[in-house]
C-alpha cells in the first residue's frame, strides 16, 4: 500500500540541538510534498513545501527539508532548535490529488 | 480574511447519538478536506469535496459515516449512532483549486463520546 512513513514517533532535544526529523514515501511517478507543524492547541501550519526545482528548500522559522529522490526521502532539518519548536511535525504527500500524512512527530524540546 | 472555521470546537456524545461537525471554508475555497486525528496517529484522510460533490471518499468508514458540501452552507460531517471509537479530532481543511496545492486547516473538532 501506498504510504507516508515518519520514522521518529517523539524526539525529545535540547536547545540549540541540531533536527532532524525522517520522511519516507512510498509512492511512485510525480509527488508533491509538505511538511506542516501543529503547535499544541492549534491547527495545522504549513512549514515548507517542495513541487519542483532545487530539492533543498526553505521554510519559515529556519526550517529545511531536502528531497532526495532516489531514497524516497523528504527529511525536515533545523541547525539549532529552540523550545517553541516543541510541537508535532507532519509530512505529507500528494500523489494526483491524493494528500496523505504521516503519522506524525513530536518534538520535545528542553530548555 | 478569516480562515477556515470549524463548529463546534468541542463536542460530547453518549454512545448511540449524532454528531455533525461543521466547517466553513476560506472565502474562495471550494474544495474540502476531512481528516481524522486518533491519539498517537497521524492524520487520516477521511473526504474530499467540491461544492455539491463528494470526490473521494475512500478514507470514510462504510457505515454510521457521511459528508456533504452543499451549495450553500457549510460542509458537514456527520456520524450517526457514535461509538467510543469515534472519539478523535477532526480536521477540515481547504484550498481553492483541485489538485496539488497547499491545504489550509481549520483549528479541528475534538469529539469525544461517553
Known amino acids: 500500500a501506498q504510504s507516508v512513513s515518519q520514522h521518529n514517533h517523539h524526539v525529545i532535544l535540547s536547545e540549540a540541538a541540531s533536527l532532524e526529523l525522517g520522511c519516507n514515501y512510498s509512492?511512485?511517478?510525480?509527488?508533491?510534498l509538505f511538511w506542516y507543524v501543529q503547535y499544541p492547541g492549534q491547527h495545522l501550519q504549513l512549514l515548507l513545501k517542495?513541487?519542483?526545482?532545487?530539492?533543498l528548500v526553505k521554510g519559515i522559522k529556519g526550517f529545511e527539508a531536502e528531497f532526495i529522490k532516489s531514497k524516497f526521502s523528504f527529511n525536515l532539518r533545523k541547525p539549532s532548535v529552540q523550545w517553541s519548536d516543541t510541537a508535532e511535525y507532519f509530512c505529507?504527500?500528494?500523489?494526483?490529488?491524493?494528500?496523505?500524512f504521516g503519522a506524525g512527530t513530536r518534538l520535545t524540546v528542553k530548555p | 480574511n478569516a480562515g477556515v472555521m470549524q463548529n463546534p470546537r468541542h463536542l460530547v456524545r453518549r454512545r448511540g447519538q449524532e454528531a455533525r461537525l461543521r466547517c466553513s471554508p476560506m472565502?474562495?475555497?471550494?474544495?474540502v478536506y476531512w481528516y481524522r486525528q486518533l491519539p498517537e496517529e497521524g492524520l487520516k484522510f477521511m473526504v474530499y469535496?467540491?461544492?455539491?460533490?463528494?470526490?473521494?471518499e475512500s478514507g470514510m468508514p462504510k457505515e454510521r459515516f457521511s459528508a456533504e458540501f452543499p451549495k450553500e452552507g457549510p460542509s458537514i460531517l456527520r456520524i450517526q449512532q457514535v461509538v467510543r471509537g469515534d472519539s478523535a479530532a477532526y480536521f477540515c481543511?481547504?484550498?481553492?483549486?483541485?489538485?496539488?496545492?497547499?491545504?489550509?486547516f481549520g483549528e479541528g473538532s475534538r469529539l469525544t463520546v461517553l
Open positions: 509512492y511512485g511517478g510525480t509527488v508533491n
Open positions: 505529507a504527500v500528494i500523489r494526483n490529488n491524493d494528500m496523505r
Open positions: 469535496l467540491q461544492k455539491e460533490n463528494i470526490i473521494d
Open positions: 472565502k474562495g475555497h471550494s474544495h
Open positions: 481543511a481547504s484550498s481553492p483549486v483541485r489538485g496539488p496545492g497547499e491545504l489550509f
Open positions: 517542495y513541487f519542483s526545482g532545487d530539492p
